[in-house]
């Protein structure tokens, strides 16, 4: 128990970490765009041997940078100009002394935080702590809500059973019932003409033509299966002439069977267009 009356967040921050002081970068005494000693790689593309600083002391490049060689400047643009010549400190650096002498407020920091704080507190600023109050609040909250007023209710109200179009049907859901409407009576109309251009088409047929009809299909049933009766008793059909004429008078007298069949009921319509 005597831990925890000791315990706070402040003491969760963990101590910031020391930072060991790096050593200087090293630096090579050599030149960096020296090529490796016997290396292919600045020669692709080029006239130049094919492997280049075979010594190993190469001052520079084996292939010279040429800069604008197809667009831009001209060859000879970029050769030293004499009456551009280097003058004292023309390219001089400021060392950071020499900066915090000439220039001091250029190192002056920026003001990272302002004055009043609005974010967390630091780990040195303390919070006051061990504070005992005697306030119940739920009491309180029970007290507060009893005695708080009730909310007033807006005296007009808006009553949506006295509007003028209430209880009607709107004015758009009746011009759209009679586009239906007529959209129906048209497809209507549509039916109705093709129902009797069918009509107009098609005829019913006399029963003379019928019997007539009726008497020449038997007539011509009598006659191939006369013909075929002829033949039933050859059980070898053994030349292609005899198969065919076997299968013809067999496709006939089913044909005639069936219009026959069609024949003998007594309504029939033709086709006056065929």
């Excluded at 925890?4 to 963990?14: A, D, F, K, R, T």
């Excluded at 915090?100 to 609005?118: D, G, M, Y």
């Excluded at 739920?138 to 007033?152: H, R």
């Excluded at 076997?246 to 089913?254: C, D, R, V, W």
Aim: glycine share 4%.
């Amino acid at each position: 128990m005597l831990m925890m009356h000791q315990e706070s967040i402040y003491n969760l921050i963990p101590p910031k970490p020391v930072v060991q002081e790096r050593p200087p970068m090293y630096k090579s005494k050599h030149s960096a765009d020296l090529p490796p000693t016997a290396s292919t790689f600045p020669t692709g593309g080029t006239t130049c041997p094919a492997v280049a600083n075979i010594g190993g002391s190469l001052d520079q490049k084996p292939v010279t940078d040429k800069s604008h060689s197809t667009f831009g400047k001209p060859k000879g643009s970029y050769s030293d100009d004499p009456a551009r010549f280097l003058r004292k400190s023309a390219g001089k650096v400021l060392t950071l002394k020499e900066m915090k002498k000439e220039h001091p407020e250029a190192l002056v920091p920026k003001q990272l935080k302002p004055q009043t704080r609005h974010g967390p507190p630091s780990a040195s600023e303390k919070p006051v702590m061990n504070l005992v109050t005697s306030k119940n609040f739920i009491v309180a909250n029970a007290v507060e809500v009893i005695l708080a007023a009730p909310k007033k209710v807006p005296e007009e109200t808006k009553d949506y059973l006295k509007k003028e179009d209430y209880g009607k049907v709107p004015k758009y859901l009746q011009q759209i019932k009679q586009d239906i409407d007529t959209e129906y009576q048209y497809i209507r109309a549509l039916q109705e003409q093709k129902a009797q251009e069918e009509a107009d088409r098609v005829r019913p047929m006399t029963e003379d033509d019928r019997e007539d009809l009726l008497e020449g299909l038997k007539a011509k049933w009598e006659q191939v299966n006369t013909a075929f009766q002829a033949g039933t008793h050859m059980t070898v059909l053994d030349t292609m002439g005899k198969l065919k004429r076997k299968e013809k008078q067999e496709a006939e007298l089913s044909q005639l069977e069936k219009d026959i069949e069609k024949l003998s009921k007594r309504s029939i319509v033709v086709n006056s267009e065929a």
